[in-house]
């Protein structure tokens, strides 16, 4: 008998869609401003789920929390910035 999904298992196969929206983007269009705009945005998207859900730092202590967030803000938002300049 199948075991039914979890929470785990839905953030598993939200992350193989974003990687694969990813590469979709990538193989259809040419290098563009939105395209890197939109891979920086499911880059944020995907770090801050692995974060949360898989190295189980929701329940850590906050600071740690925050600092791993802000990395993650931090870096796709200046290739954001930089693909605007």
Request: aromatic share 14%.
């Amino acid at each position: 008998m199948m075991k039914s999904f979890g929470k785990m298992e839905y953030c598993w196969w939200a992350l193989i869609g974003i990687t694969l929206f990813n590469t979709f983007l990538g193989e259809k269009f040419n290098s563009s401003a939105l395209v890197s705009i939109l891979v920086a945005l499911t880059v944020m998207c995907k770090g801050l789920m692995i974060i949360d859900h898989f190295m189980e730092l929701r329940h850590a202590h906050r600071y740690l929390r925050l600092l791993m967030r802000a990395y993650l803000i931090f870096f796709p938002s200046l290739i954001m910035v930089t693909t605007l300049l």
